[in-house]
């Protein structure tokens, strides 16, 4: 079965302060496929990056960098130097590469940002 | 911009009478949509995947006859809530792939649709 864990429910920050996300995913599929949503208070769920499970490179867009350890089955993600408007609820998801490729979330983590 | 739409954002209804909910692939073809539930501070949870042509598939536990999905053209699904009820209540968000056969594509989801039954 696949299956995505989010083990922190919310987390608090001070803005400038660094903060990582943590994601953690089961599948039996070698080849498969992780995202990582944010979806702000207004709903819209906004994608901020896909990993193909073949690819371990690591990967930074401005202040979001992404870990993908495939040994741990991990895909964490961290915010560089936060800001209010990072405050939202991200969440982590799965993909296969079978089926309707429909998608499977985490829990989803609430972050907070203050100023 | 955003390249699914989905319509309303919100709505409120009365006990029993159905709602329906539309999403809109804006700039390209979804022959296959998919809807989700999210109740208040959880995660989505899929419903359905609607087909274009056919008779959408259905997650486990989710009522057929609840929940009608109608996928008639390449750029349009509706999910239509019958007889809805206040347990109904909740927060509906579709999403469609640019591309289904390449799976290495992004799903873009609407901006949701906020649903209360009073």
């Known amino acids: 079965a696949q299956k995505v864990t989010q083990a922190q429910t919310e987390i608090s920050v001070v803005e400038k302060e660094d903060v990582t996300l943590d994601c953690v995913y089961e599948?039996?599929?070698?080849?498969?496929?992780l995202f990582w949503y944010k979806q702000p208070p207004s709903g819209e769920l906004v994608f901020l990056i896909r990993?193909?499970?073949?690819?371990?490179q690591n990967e930074i867009s401005g202040r979001y960098s992404w870990n993908f350890q495939k040994s741990t089955s991990s895909f964490n993600f961290t915010i560089t130097a936060s800001q209010v408007v990072d405050s939202a609820v991200y969440f982590c998801?799965?993909?296969?590469?079978?089926?309707?490729?429909?998608?499977?979330f985490g829990t989803g983590t609430r972050l907070l940002v203050s100023p | 911009g955003a390249v699914v739409s989905q319509h309303p954002s919100w709505v409120i209804c009365k006990s029993g009478t159905s709602v329906k909910i539309e999403c809109r692939s804006l700039?390209?073809?979804?022959?296959?949509m998919f809807w989700y539930r999210q109740f208040p501070k959880q995660s989505l949870m899929l419903m359905a995947t609607s087909n274009e042509g056919s008779k959408a598939t259905y997650e486990q536990g989710v009522e057929k006859d609840k929940f009608l999905i109608n996928h008639a053209s390449l750029t349009l699904s509706t999910l239509t809530v019958t007889s809805a009820h206040p347990e109904d209540s909740s927060f509906y968000i579709c999403?469609?792939?640019?591309?289904?056969?390449?799976?290495?594509?992004?799903?873009?989801f609407g901006q949701g649709t906020r649903l209360t039954v009073v």
């Open positions: 599948t039996r599929d070698t080849t498969y496929y």
């Open positions: 998801a799965l993909r296969m590469n079978t089926g309707f490729q429909k998608l499977v």
């Open positions: 999403s469609a792939h640019r591309n289904p056969i390449l799976v290495n594509t992004e799903a873009f």
């Open positions: 990993r193909n499970s073949f690819d371990e």
């Open positions: 700039d390209f073809q979804a022959t296959t």
